[in-house]
C-alpha cells in the first residue's frame, strides 16, 4: 500500500522569505501524480501544485514550486516570498494513475508566515 | 462553476440522532469522493463513486454510516445512529477521467459536532 509521510509538523517563515516543506512517500508504482493541497482556516482544501510522476520537469506555479526526486521518491514544496495569506496547513497527497483512484494524504505541515 | 458545493456547512446534533450530509459535484464530473478529517487520523477516504455507482467503500467506518448517489448531480453521507467520535469534517470531492490528469476538486467541507 502507498504512504505519504509529511516529517514536519510544523514551520514557519517570515514575509518575503522562501520555505520548503518537505515529503516523501511509498509506493511500487511507477506511473502516479502527486500534488500539494492548501487549508487556510476556512478548512477549504486548494489545489496548489501537482506533478506528473513520468515527467522529469519539476512543476511550477507562481510562486510555488515543487522538488521531485522520482529515485528518492521526495515531493517537496518551495514557497517563494511567502506572503501572509500563504499561513495554512500543507497537505502532500499520492494518487495511483488508474483512473478515479482515491487520494492517499499525508499527516499535513502547518506553516506560519510572520510579518 | 460554481464548484463542489456541500450543505450544510455545520451541523451540530445529538448523539442518536440522524445525520445527513449532502454534495452536488462540479457539472460534468463522473467521480465523487467523501474524506473524512479528523486530528487522529487526518483525511482518509470513506467511500467513491464512478458514475453514480460505488466503487469502494472499503473506508466506511461502519454500517452506521451509508452513502448513495442517486444521480450525476447529488450524493449524500448519512450516519445513522450517529456518536460522538463521529464528529469531524467531511469533505466531499469530484473529479473527471477526461485526459490524463484528473484533479479533484474538494468542496467547502461539512464540519459535525455529535453531542
Request: charged residues 20%.
Amino acid at each position: 500500500a502507498q504512504t505519504v509521510t509529511q516529517s514536519q509538523p510544523e514551520m514557519s517563515v517570515q514575509e518575503a522569505e522562501t520555505v520548503t516543506l518537505s515529503c516523501t512517500y511509498d509506493t511500487s508504482e511507477s506511473d502516479y501524480y502527486l500534488f500539494w493541497y492548501k487549508q487556510p482556516p476556512s478548512r477549504q482544501m486548494i489545489l496548489v501544485i501537482r506533478q506528473e510522476a513520468y515527467k522529469q520537469q519539476n512543476a511550477t506555479e507562481n510562486r510555488f514550486s515543487v522538488n521531485f526526486q522520482k529515485a528518492a521518491k521526495s515531493f517537496s514544496l518551495k514557497i517563494s516570498d511567502s506572503q501572509l495569506g500563504d499561513a495554512a496547513m500543507y497537505f502532500c497527497a499520492y494518487r495511483s494513475n488508474q483512473a478515479g483512484t482515491a487520494l492517499i494524504f499525508g499527516k499535513g505541515t502547518t506553516l506560519s508566515v510572520s510579518s | 462553476d460554481a464548484g463542489v458545493i456541500q450543505s450544510p456547512r455545520h451541523e451540530v446534533t445529538e448523539m442518536g440522532q440522524e445525520v445527513t450530509l449532502r454534495c452536488k459535484p462540479i457539472s460534468g464530473h463522473d467521480y465523487l469522493f467523501w474524506y473524512r478529517q479528523t486530528m487522529m487520523r487526518g483525511l482518509e477516504l470513506l467511500i467513491y463513486f464512478n458514475n453514480n455507482v460505488p466503487i469502494d467503500d472499503s473506508g466506511m467506518p461502519e454500517d452506521r454510516f451509508s452513502a448513495k448517489m442517486p444521480n450525476a448531480s447529488f450524493s449524500t453521507l448519512k450516519i445513522q445512529p450517529s456518536e460522538p467520535r463521529d464528529s469531524a469534517v467531511y469533505f466531499c470531492a469530484s473529479s473527471t477521467s477526461s485526459g490524463r490528469l484528473e484533479t479533484q476538486y474538494f468542496g467547502p467541507g461539512t464540519r459535525l459536532l455529535v453531542l
